[in-house]
């Protein structure tokens, strides 16, 4: 039997992206290829150490000579990337805005840096199609004359190989060290193998972007059917079931609705096929707390008999992260009737920028059903947002059950608009089993008229029902009751005490308690400080660390216990002031970060930066991160996700992703935004479009990608 066995030298040229694989780490190998069936070459005689010294010679030249072509190609390359990203994303923004009425274009326009239409299509102009060709051109030239190159060092093997039959399934053999090199079906005579560099990340589809990406160009096809987990060498024993459980929502995810022809997969060949996942998981232990390590690697090798991606995470929350990454590296295929995953292999090193990525939900304003909560919380799963700020009373309802002062949830807006605590414990634990964290909130003193509804004497008269009444110690026993009550079901570090919006004039108004004010040698703000930091030292007596709107800091900030987190809502510029006086902060700037504030687009959502003006590491340190605010005036569970997203996945991405690869232009994530739009939908999330407001409709008919 025939054979041809071709030394070829392999050469490490650090961070340029090549085409064919005839660059790959700092080792040699040699490659073989075969007509099927084969038999094994024979063992060929040891070179002489002149012969060594000639191929090293003749290798450092082709080296030098690759290196000549490559460096300009690179520069060409990236050039090429900008270009067509900026045609992209002013592409995509016409098109939006041709479906956006005439009134509302200033508001649309305002986050995306250009004035009208008319200045979007100038800037079209400055980068025309000829252009862009004339770069091309000089990239092909330059591919073609390293692969003439290529090709003059394998001329006798592709003489000998020519007349060969080639099979889909391509039989290769490897001797060496290559680990990690992609192996799939080629339908060309000589080993090729592209490899996706950082030029190509913004055409990804992966949201949020991780923080390292590397994948080539070859396609896998998914086992659904006899898919599975593997965890052997983990530390983690999954007592509880998070990582089975999140397993299996993957595996939902990426079947979704449709039918996959199992029988089909039969007769692919094993090297194209992923069997299932293998999961390292280093630490045993399932506490979620802030601050959890969420990193994770993720591999999908084209290698391996049979080939399993690969998981590599310090806890089980940032396996669930791998999850979700992986299963958006699938799509479904209409002509094979299979899951694949292009673009294979894939190497992605990932972690959060920021700990805390929080999106707030308001259940007063509007009481949010059960089955509601969770959606939102599966779906801030998609977005790896990890904290679900529950906003549960205020002024208008109190719907949950307090076990320690049961009155209280008469303040519901009826009898069947309320969460028991057992609900409120399993809410906690679905959020739990997909790494997100409950912060539970009462605002006090303000906000808080619905409490007197199940006890009178928590307000200061009849006709004057808010702030709580600062003169009657009953009023910090139920504070003290529901923190304790909550200790047992809220296990996140913080609990929110609000404290914003207080006005005290009903204290000055209420005869008692001006009384007592007087008598307490007190002015209607000396009174709002003592409220804030008595139930500041409740909170802390149950365990909680604190967080509290801004308003706290801005009137005594110097007064705050030092365990506590100032929450910025007002403007820009608090929270630079909040570390500077060595506090820590989380960022919710209301022009850029409500989604109820229905003119504030997706592109000033992913621009809106938390460390804005804090140039100190230590001071950045203190920022925990940011969190999108869903207030519930208008909102309830006909129109809540709709509100939420997509403009909540572009701040997911803000505090995910690390800043250096963040997009400078909003417009250039806009296609990539689109997409993770349509999975949402495909998942059952009711995400609006791109084009226009919050929460806008459908300008009219369309591809869910254009929209």
């Not at 791998?322 to 002509?335: A, D, I, K, M, N």
């Amino acid at each position: 039997m025939e054979y041809v066995s071709t030394k070829l030298t392999w050469e490490k040229v650090d961070d340029l992206k090549m085409e064919t694989c005839y660059i790959a780490p700092d080792y040699a190998s040699e490659v073989k290829i075969f007509q099927l069936p084969w038999t094994p070459a024979p063992v060929e005689e040891q070179p002489s150490e002149e012969e060594i010294a000639r191929k090293a010679e003749r290798k450092q030249r082709q080296v030098q000579r690759l290196r000549g072509w490559l460096k300009p190609e690179a520069k060409r390359t990236s050039r090429i990337t900008e270009l067509e990203n900026e045609i992209r994303g002013l592409d995509f923004l016409v098109k939006q805005l041709q479906h956006v009425p005439e009134n509302d274009v200033p508001a649309f326009l305002r986050d995306t840096g250009y004035a009208s239409k008319q200045e979007i299509e100038s800037n079209l102009l400055h980068v025309p199609d000829k252009m862009l060709t004339s770069e091309k051109l000089f990239l092909n030239v330059l591919k073609d004359k390293k692969r003439q190159l290529f090709l003059k060092s394998t001329a006798e093997a592709r003489q000998q190989a020519k007349q060969r039959k080639l099979e889909e399934d391509f039989m290769m053999g490897w001797s060496g060290r290559v680990e990690g090199i992609v192996l799939g079906f080629f339908l060309v005579n000589i080993l090729v193998i592209s490899v996706a560099g950082a030029d190509d990340i913004q055409s990804l589809k992966i949201w949020p972007m991780p923080e390292s990406v590397s994948c080539g160009q070859g396609t896998l096809y998914l086992d659904i059917q006899g898919f599975e987990l593997k965890t052997e060498g983990s530390s983690y024993v999954d007592a509880s079931g998070i990582l089975v459980e999140g397993f299996s929502r993957l595996l939902d995810v990426i079947k979704g609705v449709h039918v996959i022809q199992s029988k089909v997969i039969s007769g692919f060949s094993p090297s194209l096929v992923i069997k299932g996942i293998r999961v390292v998981i280093l630490s045993p232990s399932d506490e979620l707390q802030h601050g959890v390590d969420e990193s994770y690697k993720l591999s999908v090798p084209m290698q391996g008999s049979p080939i399993y991606a690969y998981i590599e995470a310090q806890t089980v929350y940032g396996a669930l992260h791998g999850f979700e990454t992986f299963s958006q590296l699938c799509s479904y295929s209409f002509e094979t009737r299979l899951i694949e995953v292009h673009q294979a292999p894939w190497t992605i090193a990932d972690k959060p920028r920021f700990p805390y990525r929080g999106l707030l939900i308001d259940t007063s304003r509007h009481f949010l059903p059960v089955p509601i909560i969770k959606k939102i919380i599966d779906s801030m799963a998609y977005a790896k947002l990890n904290v679900l700020h529950w906003h549960i009373v205020d002024t208008q309802s109190f719907p949950l059950e307090i076990p320690s002062y049961p009155m209280l949830w008469k303040g519901a807006y009826s009898s069947s608009e309320r969460y028991t605590f057992d609900e409120a414990a399993e809410i906690v634990s679905y959020a739990k089993r997909r790494g997100i964290n409950v912060l539970a909130e009462i605002d006090v003193p303000g906000h808080a008229e619905s409490w007197g509804i199940g006890y009178a004497s928590l307000w200061p008269s009849r006709t004057c029902r808010q702030p709580l009444d600062i003169s009657n110690n009953f009023t910090f026993q139920v504070i003290d009751g529901i923190l304790s009550d909550f200790s047992k079901v809220f296990h996140y570090k913080f609990v929110h005490l609000g404290g914003d919006e207080v006005d005290t004039s009903c204290w000055r108004f209420t005869p008692r308690v001006a009384l007592w004010l007087l008598q307490q040698g007190m002015s209607e703000s000396q009174a709002y400080e003592y409220f804030v930091l008595k139930a500041q030292q409740i909170a802390l007596s149950h365990g909680y660390e604190i967080i509290n709107w801004e308003e706290t800091f801005n009137n005594f900030g110097s007064k705050l216990n030092p365990k506590t987190v100032v929450h910025n809502w007002l403007g820009g510029g608090v929270a630079q002031k909040v570390v500077a006086a060595g506090l820590r902060c989380i960022v919710s700037n209301q022009d850029k970060w409500y989604l109820d504030h229905l003119d504030a687009t997706w592109q000033g959502f992913y621009s809106n930066e938390p460390l804005t003006n804090i140039t100190i590491p230590a001071q950045q340190a203190l920022v925990l991160g940011g969190e999108v605010c869903m207030w519930g005036e208008h909102i309830d569970g006909s129109d809540i996700e709709q509100t939420i997203w997509p403009r909540a996945a572009a701040a997911a991405e803000r505090l995910w992703t690390p800043y250096e690869k963040l997009a400078k232009n909003p417009q250039e994530v806009a296609a990539r935004l689109a997409h993770f739009r349509c999975l949402l939908n495909q998942r059952g999330v009711a995400a609006a479009p791109l084009a226009g407001l919050g929460r806008v409709a459908p300008y009219g008919p369309g591809s869910c990608y254009q929209q």
